[in-house]
């Protein structure tokens, strides 16, 4: 498999201190798509993070992913890819968000890309599909998302609006990748997750969610992530279908979800709660 290796003058749509590969600090905020070695190992950052020690571990909700020493493999068509894979396409960082194949990370919602997560600065006063569209049709569900960063424009602004907290808006926009997943797997039934990518998934939701119903529960914010992803009754529908789709792929195995003693411990949002 070919490598691309990353220097500093390897042009990638990262910042400028992922390129130079530096050491992990605790004090630096990192954001999607940062760079940094840690005891000898490279983690690149799938949200914003400060403060988190990446380890090599399976999971990516804890903001980082371990990657090959100081390579990311470039993408190859043949070559199927596990949840979680790390790949360079074009230049861009791309991250599988299950089991994949065939399929071209810049084409492909499968893949996400590790860059520009932030809500947009700017958007459109009136970011829902046409009143006319029938409610319950997929495109009046999904929305508009017309920055294609994986996320519902106007779930963007309602999390601009209910939050101040940058912390807590990253926490809700990941939410909100994970809400435009769920969606993706509750309308398409051609998407089939293996056992081990379902279980990911679902304990990657929970943690997220756990978190926003601590931060709820304390009165840090007042509404949940969920609550303004689901306003419509049809989201509401699509999301209990789209979970439940998860949890009967990962077999139902109530013994893997996890048990979540310290909601926000290991987020993006730890410190808003303390």
């Given at each position: 498999?070919?490598?691309?290796?990353?220097?500093?003058?390897?042009?990638?749509?990262?910042?400028?201190?992922?390129?130079?590969?530096?050491?992990?600090?605790?004090?630096?905020?990192?954001?999607?798509?940062?760079?940094?070695?840690?005891?000898?190992?490279?983690?690149?950052?799938?949200?914003?993070?400060?403060?988190?020690?990446?380890?090599?571990?399976?999971?990516?909700?804890?903001?980082?992913?371990?990657?090959?020493?100081?390579?990311?493999?470039?993408?190859?068509?043949?070559?199927?890819?596990?949840?979680?894979?790390?790949?360079?396409?074009?230049?861009?960082?791309?991250?599988?968000?299950?089991?994949?194949?065939?399929?071209?990370?810049?084409?492909?919602?499968?893949?996400r890309l590790l860059d520009d997560l932030e809500p947009?600065?700017?958007?459109?006063?009136?970011?829902?599909?046409?009143?006319?569209?029938?409610?319950?049709?997929?495109?009046?569900?999904?929305?508009?998302?017309?920055?294609?960063?994986?996320?519902?424009?106007?779930?963007?602004?309602?999390?601009?609006?209910?939050?101040?907290?940058?912390?807590?808006?990253?926490?809700?926009?990941?939410?909100?990748?994970?809400?435009?997943?769920?969606?993706?797997?509750?309308?398409?039934?051609?998407?089939?997750?293996?056992?081990?990518?379902?279980?990911?998934?679902?304990?990657?939701?929970?943690?997220?969610?756990?978190?926003?119903?601590?931060?709820?529960?304390?009165?840090?914010?007042?509404?949940?992530?969920?609550?303004?992803?689901?306003?419509?009754?049809?989201?509401?529908?699509?999301?209990?279908?789209?979970?439940?789709?998860?949890?009967?792929?990962?077999?139902?195995?109530?013994?893997?979800?996890?048990?979540?003693?310290?909601?926000?411990?290991?987020?993006?949002?730890?410190?808003?709660?303390?």
């Amino acid at each position: 498999m070919n490598k691309n290796v990353i220097f500093i003058a390897v042009s990638l749509s990262i910042p400028l201190v992922a390129h130079a590969m530096e050491p992990w600090n605790k004090d630096t905020v990192y954001n999607s798509g940062d760079l940094v070695t840690h005891h000898g190992e490279s983690f690149v950052s799938s949200h914003w993070t400060q403060g988190t020690e990446p380890v090599v571990n399976d999971i990516s909700w804890d903001g980082w992913i371990h990657i090959n020493a100081y390579t990311i493999d470039n993408y190859e068509h043949e070559t199927p890819y596990a949840g979680g894979s790390v790949v360079n396409f074009e230049g861009d960082i791309y991250l599988a968000k299950w089991w994949v194949q065939g399929e071209y990370p810049s084409k492909s919602g499968t893949w996400r890309l590790l860059d520009d997560l932030e809500p947009s600065p700017d958007p459109d006063p009136d970011p829902d599909p046409d009143p006319d569209l029938d409610p319950k049709s997929p495109e009046a569900i999904v929305g508009v998302d017309k920055d294609n960063n994986g996320v519902r424009d106007s779930y963007e602004v309602a999390v601009t609006e209910a939050y101040q907290n940058p912390q807590i808006v990253q926490l809700a926009i990941n939410l909100g990748l994970e809400y435009t997943d769920i969606n993706e797997i509750a309308f398409d039934k051609s998407i089939q997750l293996s056992v081990e990518d379902a279980t990911k998934k679902y304990n990657e939701i929970l943690v997220l969610e756990e978190c926003a119903e601590e931060l709820l529960k304390t009165g840090v914010v007042e509404m949940t992530p969920l609550e303004l992803h689901t306003d419509t009754l049809y989201r509401a529908l699509t999301y209990r279908n789209g979970k439940e789709r998860i949890f009967e792929q990962m077999e139902h195995d109530l013994d893997a979800v996890l048990t979540i003693d310290q909601p926000c411990v290991g987020t993006m949002a730890e410190e808003a709660v303390k």
